[in-house]
């Protein structure tokens, strides 16, 4: 019998008989009722097995369908607002597929712990804030290749296996390849800019591999990366180009994954502004004074701002503590079961906010200490870029970065040979870099002293040097690491989740 699905509700009158198949994702028993909320992968909704409707004998069937079985319900749709999606189901009858026996993942995320849910990753999938974060992954996929395509782009796939290094030697995976060393791509790039010249606006959407040895919340060591290169661009050009770009995605997923956002308690606000208002564009250096906090953003010192920040994570200490010892004596003192858990509840997330506060209290000093001794020429650490994007409110451009912390690609800036026309996307509330681009070094001679500074080999560079050689032109571009947008869109505290099977250092299984 064909079966509908729950995407598709909206289409059905109150009443009509319909089929939904998926899996058990809470239940409720009670003597006269089993109160099912389930899921079939394209929405949830609640099923409800009443003993009136179903009989004895089918209703104790259903008390047996546990967490994740799979089992198919016929019966009524109707609307009813206070259920998860909408809607609910009045079973007349259904058909049990499977009884999951003690499925492993019955807890809060924070419960069952980090480790534990990466190794059953293969079931932690069917949880609900997953079902989300795979669904806004979804949308941003979309929203990258409508951007693109609208604009005139073509998207061009860049090979995986690579004979030579685009960002640096350190983080490349070696494999063999027919007796010769290859390796896992780092980035598309070089190949794109190859593409360029002959299709001009171009952009790669694949996987990248870096071995770096980093075991951060946003290092991964398999990532997605989407790298846009065209022709007669500069980095100025650039910049407005990735200012559209992440405007339009961020615009596409606020408007097709509300209950998305909804589930995963996501601020929205915070997204929305992001469409709403201009990026700052900062220069390496006067990045630097910001951190040093030698330069003011709208009248905010960015020093300043962590002790107050450090402040504020103490006070809350003290008052969510006052506040849980009030309540705690108060739940002593005894009252109705509805108050006690909903006290409780607000026990739950005033410790839980303390436990952040005291994260705070642990990494701010550290913070600012490496904000106030940050020198011109050093790179940016996870905790300078928070430090920094914490006086904007939106994504900031930082450009014309140091040479020696750069890629040997980037083109220098007119009259500061030690400085070249890279640009980075920092997003806001400590999530960081998202994106690194550049303008493109077009001088051969330049490029050839680059590529020997870098330790790299021109032999395997001479197919690119051509590119120089025969109709060379101003190109720009840059690249957008997809989990990286995923885990600020979502706001994840760890890159682990934002991809269906992370592979990131010490992480290879499942
Ligand atoms: O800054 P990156 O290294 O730049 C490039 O690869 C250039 N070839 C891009 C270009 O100009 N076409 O990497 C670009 C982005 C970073 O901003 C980050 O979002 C992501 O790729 N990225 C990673 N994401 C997850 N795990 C890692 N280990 C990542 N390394 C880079
Ligand atoms: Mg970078």
Known sequence: MQHQYIQDFAKYK????????GWIDKVRNSKTN?????????????????????????????????LESSVSFSGKIIRNERSLGGYEIQVSNFEI????????????????????LEEHR?????????????????????????????????????????GSACEGTTDLFETDFFGQAAYLSQSGQLYAEAMSMAMNKVYTFGPTFR???????????????????????????????????????????????????????????????????????????????????????????????????LENAKSLIDNNKNEIAEREKAI???????????????IAKLSSDIKIAEEQLRNIPKWIESAKNFKQGDDFGSSDETVLTRVFSTPVLVYNWP????????????????????????????????????????????????????????????WYLDLRRFGSVPHAGFGLGLERLVRWSCDLHHVR???PFPRRYGHIKP
């Open 14 to 21: 109150d009443g009509t008989e319909i089929t939904v198949k």
């Open 34 to 66: 089993h109160f099912f909320d389930f899921r079939d992968g394209t929405g949830f909704t609640q099923c409800v097995v009443s003993l009136d409707a179903v009989g004895e004998k089918a209703f104790e069937e259903a008390k047996n369908l546990s």
């Open 97 to 116: 597929y499977h009884l999951a026996h003690n499925f492993p993942i019955t807890k809060d995320d924070k419960e069952h712990g980090p480790n534990f």
């Open 122 to 162: 293969h079931l932690w999938l069917r949880r609900r804030r997953q079902w989300a974060i795979n669904r806004v992954r979804n949308q941003l996929i979309m929203g990258i290749h409508e951007f693109f395509q609208q604009d005139g782009f073509i998207q061009m796939d860049a090979p995986l296996l690579t």
């Open 211 to 309: 071995s770096e040895k980093s075991n951060t919340p946003r290092h991964l060591a398999e990532f997605w990366m989407i790298e846009p290169e065209v022709a007669f661009a500069t980095n100025e050009s650039n910049m407005i180009l990735i200012e559209r770009f992440i405007k339009h995605v961020i615009a596409r997923v606020l408007d097709k994954c509300k209950f998305e956002f909804e589930l995963l308690g996501r601020d929205i606000s915070q997204l929305e502004s992001v469409v709403n208002n201009d990026f700052p564009q900062v220069t390496y250096s006067d990045a630097v004074k910001i951190l040093n906090g030698d330069l003011l953003i709208d009248g905010k010192n960015a020093i300043k701002l962590q002790e107050q920040d």
């Open 332 to 346: 002593k003192a005894g009252m109705k079961k509805g108050a006690r858990k909903h006290n409780e509840q607000v």
């Open 403 to 462: 040479a020696k912390i750069k890629a040997f690609y980037m083109k220098e800036v007119e009259g500061q040979p030690d400085y070249v026309k890279g640009v980075d996307l920092l997003a806001p509330d400590g999530f960081g870099e998202i994106i690194g681009g550049s303008e493109r070094e077009t001088d051969i001679n330049i490029l050839l002293k680059k590529i020997k500074e870098h330790n790299l080999d021109q032999a395997d560079f001479e």
């Open 497 to 499: 989740e934002t991809i």
